[in-house]
C-alpha cells in the first residue's frame, strides 16, 4: 500500500496554491468580461469571472480527487465531474433563454455552474478551495457588479 503521509501532511500547503489559482482565473475571466461589457455585449465581468473561476475549481477538483482516490483501482471521479458540468450546463442554458432580443440570467446560469463546482469541491473535501471559490464568487456578485456599471457608464459603448 502506498505511503500518502507526505501527501497528507502537505495537503493544506497544496490546497492553498491552487487557491491562488482560482483567483487568478476570476481575474482573469474578469478582464474578459471587462471587454465584452464595455463593448456593449449582455455577458460581461461578472459572467465571465463566474465561468472562468467555475471552469479553475471544477479542474482542480478533478486533479486533487484523482490524487486523493488513486489507491482504490475503477475509481474515476472525473467522469462523475465531467456529467455534473453537462447536467449544470443543461440548467444553465434553460436560465439564459432568449427573451426578446436580450439574453436573461446569463450571470445567474453562470453563478449555478460555479456553485455546483463548489459544491465538487465540498463533497471531495476540498474546503479550502470550495470557501475560496465562495469567497470569489461572492465577489463577482457584489464588488464587480457596481465596478462593472461605474466602467460602463464612463466608457462604454453607450456613453
Known amino acids: 500500500m ?3 503521509t507526505q501527501f497528507t501532511s502537505s495537503f493544506g500547503f497544496v490546497e ?3 487557491a491562488w489559482r482560482l483567483v487568478v482565473a476570476m481575474v482573469l475571466g474578469a478582464c474578459l468580461g471587462l471587454e465584452r461589457s464595455l463593448a456593449g455585449k449582455h455577458a460581461g465581468m ?3 469571472s463566474l465561468v472562468s473561476l ?3 475549481t ?3 477538483v478533478g486533479t486533487l480527487a484523482s490524487y486523493q482516490l488513486s489507491m482504490f483501482s475503477g475509481v474515476n471521479p472525473l467522469q462523475i465531474a465531467g456529467s455534473i458540468v453537462i ?5 444553465g442554458s434553460g436560465l439564459a433563454a432568449l427573451r426578446g432580443d436580450h439574453p436573461a440570467e446569463l450571470t445567474t446560469a453562470a453563478g449555478i455552474w460555479a456553485v455546483a463546482a463548489i459544491g465538487m469541491a465540498c463533497g471531495f473535501g476540498l474546503y479550502i478551495i470550495a ?5 470569489l464568487s ?5 464588488f464587480l457588479s457596481k465596478l462593472e456599471y461605474r466602467l460602463r457608464t464612463q466608457w462604454g459603448k453607450d456613453n
Do not use: E
Open 16 to 18: 492553498m496554491t491552487f
Open 58 to 60: 471544477l479542474v482542480i
Open 138 to 142: 461572492i465577489i463577482v456578485f457584489t
Open 131 to 135: 470557501i475560496t471559490a465562495t469567497v
Open 87 to 91: 447536467g449544470i450546463g443543461f440548467i
Open 46 to 48: 461578472r459572467t465571465y
Open 2 to 4: 502506498p505511503d500518502f
Open 54 to 56: 467555475g471552469s479553475a
